[in-house]
């Protein structure tokens, strides 16, 4: 951190503040254009953080996509189980055969398992992606 002297009041800021704290006049914005004048490569600089920032966003959107689906995945199991469970110990067992309602729960846990697993699968995939 440098301390410049602020075209307006003459006063010793920062050059990292965005304004003057005395007089109020823009300090950050005038050192970033006088940089942009001086230097002839920063376009290239610029797209390549642009390119980074989505990059980061994509990374962030793809890691929270995986979060939600984990969460349900787990919930949709525990609910298949819940189910299974509940109804088991309301209906009990008739010699009938299996109620409608086990088959239903038998999916809804082998749905959340499949799903958890493929999920896990595509974030490593994703990872081991960025990592070549």
Same mark, same amino acid.
């Given at each position: ?19 003057? !704290? /005395? ?5 950050? *914005?005038? %050192?970033?254009?006088?940089?942009? +004048?001086? &230097? !002839? /490569? ?5 797209? *390549?953080? %642009?390119?980074?920032?989505?990059? +980061?966003? &994509? ?7 995986? *979060? ?65």
């Amino acid at each position: 951190m440098a301390l410049i002297e602020c075209p307006e009041c003459g006063r010793e800021v920062s050059d990292k503040a965005p304004t003057c !704290p /005395g007089c109020g006049a823009p300090i950050a *914005a005038q %050192e970033d254009s006088e940089v942009m +004048e001086r &230097e !002839p /490569g920063m376009e290239y600089e610029q797209e *390549a953080d %642009e390119e980074w920032l989505r990059g +980061e966003q &994509e990374y962030m959107a793809f890691t929270d996509r995986v *979060a939600r689906h984990r969460v349900m995945s787990v919930l949709l199991f525990f609910a298949g189980l819940t189910l299974g469970m509940g109804m088991k110990a309301w209906v009990g067992q008739d010699g009938d055969g299996r109620a409608l309602v086990y088959y239903v729960a038998d999916l809804m846990v082998y749905a959340g398992i499949i799903w958890l697993v493929f999920n896990e699968g595509r974030n490593l995939w994703f990872h081991r992606k960025l990592g070549s």
